[in-house]
């Protein structure tokens, strides 16, 4: 039996046992930790990263470092030569090329928009702080453990209705804690559940609780990519394609990663396209026009090695003003690093609540966004600050932790924020991903308006950025 069983050690679960384990008022609870993969590469970060960039990397805002730094502690165990912080964001549009905005953090009195930071890092980040913390008997971590089923103790025969109405602080509730079974045999019962399980919740799905929401039938092509020399402009690029977004974010020294999101077709061509050519394409996507791109991925359609396309890409550029290229778009790509080229599916989902008795959602198992502002992990540091925030106050006030009546605050503190951010990126993402004309010509004269109004502007930096 134990107080919290956290299902899920990515970023979300990690963080969250950071976070609990942290504060003085809720680090004496019994918590376990069961992560269904491996973490031993994670750990192994932690004492040798290695050489190349993993291809997981996320834009953390300063509101998610603040947290690592305040409230986790975690951030003090991040690989530093590692993290890039980066203070422009310049978007622009593919058939408008002088619908150009850019995000400027000292406009809004900021030294930094956001960081880029691997996934990897943060993960193995948070083992170095619960390690510095003392791994002691009510801190287990179970990884290689998969979760097999969940189930509940009490009254099988009733509805979940049934079940929110059971009174949890009526002195019968050791009778309703969820039972967690796992691969290993065992069985583990908690008082308070909680799913950082990722898209596919096995919690979500035990507590009943309803999630909608749609496939894009976009696939994100993430890469790891070396530019011609450092850039040291600290510029995040964003290039919208009628395709999706295409995304080339700055790492250490010429190191960068992209994010190219793209429909199915062509996200399957990337990962087909011959390494040495990738690169140019990449040029190519930041560069070129829409009637170009579709010549040159024709090409590769047919042949991906077909080498005959680097004079085709090259002419192209060639018509472009040199001076325009230097200023207006990002440094040449020159190297793919080898093996870095993974996609994942995109979708938008978001739980009708986060809670139900002794069950709470965190991180992608509460919502996923598509990642064109970079929010998704950003939401589940928010999500873990807010979850512990209502068990500090459930613990003051004596009540039982896996209660709805502590729960709640969680999610009216939560969802809201969420479900907005949910709804502008599926907006922008919509409006930025078609080539009807109309919108087009609209999107092109509402971003050179939002250019010049200023205030709306700031405000979306400071959304952007957590502020
Ligand atoms: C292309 C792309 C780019 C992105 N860019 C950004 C960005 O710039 N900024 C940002 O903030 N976010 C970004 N995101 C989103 C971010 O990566 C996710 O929001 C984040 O990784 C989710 O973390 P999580 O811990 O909630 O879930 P996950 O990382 O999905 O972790 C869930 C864990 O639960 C475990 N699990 C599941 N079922 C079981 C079971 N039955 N038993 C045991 N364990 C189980 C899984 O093994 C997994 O480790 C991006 C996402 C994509 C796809």
Not at 17 to 27: D, Q, V, W
Not at 51 to 67: D, H
Not at 394 to 410: A, C, K, N, P
Request: proline letters at 4%; a negative charge; charged letters at 20%.
């Amino acid at each position: 039996m134990q107080d919290i069983v956290v299902i899920g050690g990515g970023p979300a679960g990690l963080s969250l046992l950071a976070a609990l384990k942290s504060s003085p008022k809720t680090r004496h609870l019994s918590c376990t930790l069961i992560e269904g993969s491996s973490l031993q590469s994670v750990r192994d970060f932690l004492v040798e990263p290695p050489e190349e960039y993993t291809n997981r990397v996320v834009s953390l805002t300063p509101k998610s470092v603040e947290f690592m730094q305040q409230k986790v502690g975690n951030w003090d165990f991040i690989k530093q030569d590692r993290v890039r912080f980066y203070d422009n964001i310049v978007a622009y549009d593919s058939q408008d090329n002088d619908a150009r905005i850019e995000f400027d953090a000292t406009q809004i009195g900021a030294g930094v928009l956001a960081v880029m930071c691997e996934n990897i890092n943060i993960q193995s980040s948070l083992i170095g702080r619960l390690n510095e913390l003392g791994m002691d008997d009510s801190t287990t971590i179970l990884d290689n453990t998969k979760v097999i089923d969940i189930t509940s103790p009490i009254h099988h025969d009733l509805d979940q209705h049934d079940l929110n109405e059971i009174d949890v602080n009526s002195g019968k509730s050791d009778l309703d804690w969820p039972i967690v079974k796992l691969s290993t045999g065992e069985s583990i019962q908690a008082r308070l559940l909680v799913g950082c399980d990722g898209y596919n919740s096995p919690v979500r799905k035990f507590a009943g609780i309803e999630s909608r929401g749609w496939q894009y039938n976009t696939f994100g092509v993430v890469a790891t990519i070396k530019m011609q020399y450092e850039d040291h402009r600290s510029i995040g690029w964003q290039r919208f394609l009628s395709t999706g977004p295409l995304a080339i974010l700055p790492l250490s020294e010429d190191n960068a990663t992209i994010v190219w999101s793209s429909t199915p077709w062509l996200s399957e061509l990337l990962l087909k396209v011959n390494p040495d050519i990738f690169p140019h394409l990449i040029n190519a996507g930041m560069t070129l026009e829409e009637v170009d791109l579709k010549y040159i991925y024709s090409m590769l359609d047919k042949d991906p090695n077909d080498f005959k396309v680097l004079d085709e890409i090259q002419w192209r550029l060639s018509k472009i003003d040199i001076k325009s290229l230097e200023e207006n778009y990002p440094l040449p790509v020159v190297e793919l690093i080898q093996n870095s080229r993974a996609r994942f599916p995109l979708k938008l989902s978001h739980a009708d609540t986060y809670v139900a008795p002794r069950v709470a959602l965190v991180g992608d198992a509460a919502h996923t966004i598509h990642p064109l502002a970079g929010q998704g992990l950003n939401m589940g540091q928010s999500d873990v600050g807010f979850l512990v925030d209502a068990l500090e106050k459930g613990i003051e006030r004596g009540l039982d932790i896996g209660s709805t009546m502590v729960l709640d605050s969680y999610v009216a503190n939560a969802w809201p924020g969420n479900h907005m951010m949910l709804g502008v990126c599926d907006k922008l993402h919509k409006v930025f991903t078609t080539d009807f004309g109309p919108v087009v010509l609209l999107r092109g004269l509402g971003i050179k308006s939002l250019n010049m109004a200023e205030s709306v502007k700031d405000l979306m930096i400071k959304a952007i950025s957590g502020r």
